[in-house]
T-cell receptor, first 112, second 114 residues
């Protein structure tokens, strides 16, 4: 049972434009949401997170939006850079952080 | 460098064999999580340990077991290996107590079962 879903396996964006990666979840008990970035042959790297008490969190070029009523979160990257090309995973966890559920990933390609 | 160390990086073995994957968490992190990633799929949660005790279990097969030692390093044991067990196995650690809960991943152990 896939509790966290990323329905777009891939996304291609021009350098300098906005990249929007989407993620949906089914479990209303999730309290904490994260985005990870993964390059080939490396482990996932933490990017940004958001608690369920917020609807937006910003860190430099990265902004995560949370819509609890729609059970949807998104990651905006502005402006996109070629070095952002990677696989992006969203993840969700209940308040006790016992389990982190990951989506299947979206491969972002930022074209120069 | 996340501070999480996994060994070995690559492992090739035959069906029916048993392997042990090792993970050293970041200094000060009490929690260790194990994940499996098969063929460009998502990360499947296997098991979590907190300060030596099993805290949560995911879709971990009965042929797989894990433990966390007093020095907080963890081992994932995979036995009676099958072709389908070929995957990347990631270990992650977290402080949790800070209330943020970010996972910090190692580089993974790539297991190939022939």
């Amino acid at each position: 049972d896939q509790q966290v879903k990323q329905n777009s396996p891939s996304l291609s964006v021009q350098e300098g434009r906005i990249s929007i990666l989407n993620c949906d979840y089914t479990n209303s008990m999730f309290d904490y949401f994260l985005w990870y970035k993964k390059y080939p042959a490396e482990g996932p790297t933490f990017l940004i997170s958001i608690s369920s008490i917020k609807d937006k969190n910003e860190d430099g070029r990265f902004t995560v939006f949370l819509n609890k009523s729609a059970k949807h979160l998104s990651l905006h990257i502005v402006p996109s850079q070629p070095g952002d090309s990677a696989v992006y995973f969203c993840a969700a966890s209940p308040y006790n952080f016992n389990k982190f559920y990951f989506g299947s990933g979206t491969k972002l390609n930022v074209k120069p | 460098d996340s501070g999480v160390t996994q060994t070995p990086k690559h492992l090739i073995t035959a069906t029916g064999q048993r392997v042990t994957l090792r993970c050293s968490p970041r200094s000060g992190d009490l929690s260790v999580y194990w994940y499996q990633q098969s063929l460009d799929q998502g990360l499947q949660f296997l098991i979590q340990y907190y300060n030596g005790e099993e805290r949560a279990k995911g879709n971990i097969l009965e042929r797989f077991s894990a433990q966390q030692f007093p020095d907080l390093h963890s081992e994932l044991n995979l036995s009676s290996l099958e072709l389908g067990d070929s995957a990347l196995y990631f270990c992650a650690s977290s402080v949790i107590d800070r209330g943020h809960g970010e996972l910090f991943f190692g580089e993974g152990s790539r297991l190939t079962v022939l």
